[in-house]
């Protein structure tokens, strides 16, 4: 006996949006999500704002949904034509009330520890639990945990790293040295924006790098360098100088960006730092060496920020992200294998699931090396949403099958929300068959 229509597993961007479209549709529908909030990249790690993808994007309801759900609890702002600035402590906000409204169950704090595979379907999924957190019908004694076996007609992995594709023996196309370096993003408070905003738009004249426009009487702006050479970087001189002075080592200059952050108006948002010594985002050891890594690079931005940028003289670091910024991990090996050919040549499909032009955007390790090339609307279908080896099974979001250079365009958030709206409106199409 199934307990549900459909169980999401993973509350990130992907899975958020499958979980709200599929109990908007009608479906009873649950939610597992590790962490103790939804929004994975956008509160969890402070990837904001969530960057537009084209003019042409389908299943954009759950975008437009969060938006204005933000919007209503001051955590919203559009800026540079772009909807998708978002505040990530009211987001875990949002996005409770939009799986209020669309009667998801959500298990916050859970974890999978079992997958039940028969006849290519996976029958069941056993959750732990600490005892008392929800009821059981397995209690490992030893352990004080509880297990509860899950049923479901369809799942859908959002896990980021497939995990229960993982679990269930599915084939993967990852392939040794097809990595992005990871990056932990982190906010600092305390800026004056205004004398912050009045020097940077003085010092940097190139509107493709720095922007800074007012809305309301609030200032929103971005700027960026990076040790490439593929523009010419106003902030360069600062972070020589810098360098020189051993404020910064050379590797916290290889990329550095910022922006503002709506309802918050002493704060600004980093992009970095992208931690290029450690690639690999499923291997533990790796991981953790990353991160106390990324933590001394993020106190010597601070002290830079407090020398070189008037306004950030009292700036203070107020939140480093509690998870790492993961570009590519698991990709599955699904009914079809999206190619960068596909993408590049604007190739259609029968069932897409996500219309897009944002670039090709595959960072490197080495200087000069990274990939962000332009491109036309191009579609992904279904097909490389549903595993080739478990017939009920749906992924969305980073995992998806695709190659390594057109999963650098489709991982970002934007796409991700439609494959989330895509798979679950596919699904409830099968239900209604």
């Known amino acids: 006996m199934n307990n549900y229509d459909v169980v999401v597993i993973g509350g990130g961007t992907a ?34 704002p969530a960057m537009k993808s084209g003019n042409n994007q389908i299943n954009t309801e759950f975008r437009e949904a969060l938006t204005e759900e933000l919007k209503s609890l001051g955590g919203q702002t559009t800026f540079q034509d772009n909807s998708g600035w978002f505040n990530p402590e009211l987001a875990k906000i949002a996005l409770d009330n939009l799986m209020r409204k669309a009667n998801v169950e ?30 059981s019908d397995e209690i490992d004694m030893e352990n004080k945990k509880l297990s509860v076996s899950i049923g479901a007609t369809y799942f859908v992995d959002a896990t980021g ?23 932990l993003r982190f906010m600092m408070g305390g800026v004056n ?10 010092f940097d004249k190139d509107r493709n790098v720095t922007t800074c426009e007012i809305y309301d009487g609030i200032i929103h702006l971005s700027t960026a360098y990076t040790w490439d050479k593929d523009k010419k ?34 704060t600004v948002a980093f992009n970095c730092p992208r931690i290029i010594d450690y690639r690999n985002s499923l291997e533990v050891k790796n991981i953790s060496k990353a991160l106390l890594i990324a933590r001394q690079n993020i106190y010597r931005y601070l002290q830079f920020c407090r020398i070189y940028f008037p306004g950030f003289e009292n700036a203070y670091i107020s939140n480093i992200a509690d998870m790492l910024g993961v570009r590519v991990s698991r990709r599955i090996k699904g009914k079809y294998i999206y190619t960068i050919d596909d993408l590049t040549s604007g190739k259609t499909f029968e069932h897409p699931v996500v ?44 995992c998806l099958s695709a190659d390594f250079m057109s999963q650098g365009a489709l991982r970002v958030q934007g796409s991700c929300f439609s494959m989330g709206e895509g798979v679950a409106k596919y699904i409830a199409s099968l239900l209604s068959a």
């Open 355 to 398: 219309v897009s032009n944002y670039p090709v955007d595959v960072h490197s390790n080495k200087r000069g090396k990274s990939t962000l090339k332009a491109v036309q609307d191009y579609q992904l279908p279904i097909e490389s949403l549903m595993s080739a080896d478990i017939d009920n099974l749906f992924v969305a979001g980073r």
């Open 106 to 135: 959500v298990f916050f704090d859970t974890h999978i520890i079992g997958v039940k595979v028969e006849d290519r379907k996976i029958q069941r999924i056993k959750i732990s639990k600490e005892i008392l957190s929800v009821s």
């Open 233 to 266: 970087w106003a902030l360069e001189p600062l972070f020589k100088d810098a360098e020189k002075k051993g404020i910064l080592n050379k590797y916290d200059t290889n990329y550095f960006q910022i922006f503002t952050v709506p309802g918050m108006p002493d």
């Open 193 to 202: 924006l205004k004398k912050f905003s009045d020097w940077l738009v003085e």
């Open 15 to 48: 899975g958020c949006a499958a979980a709200y479209t599929a109990g908007r549709l009608g479906l009873k529908t649950l939610l597992i999500e590790r962490k103790v909030h939804l929004g994975g990249t956008i509160t969890s790690a402070l990837v904001i």
């Open 161 to 183: 790293n497939c995990e229960i594709g993982k679990i269930a023996n599915c084939r993967f196309l990852e392939k040794d040295k097809e990595f992005q370096p990871v990056t």
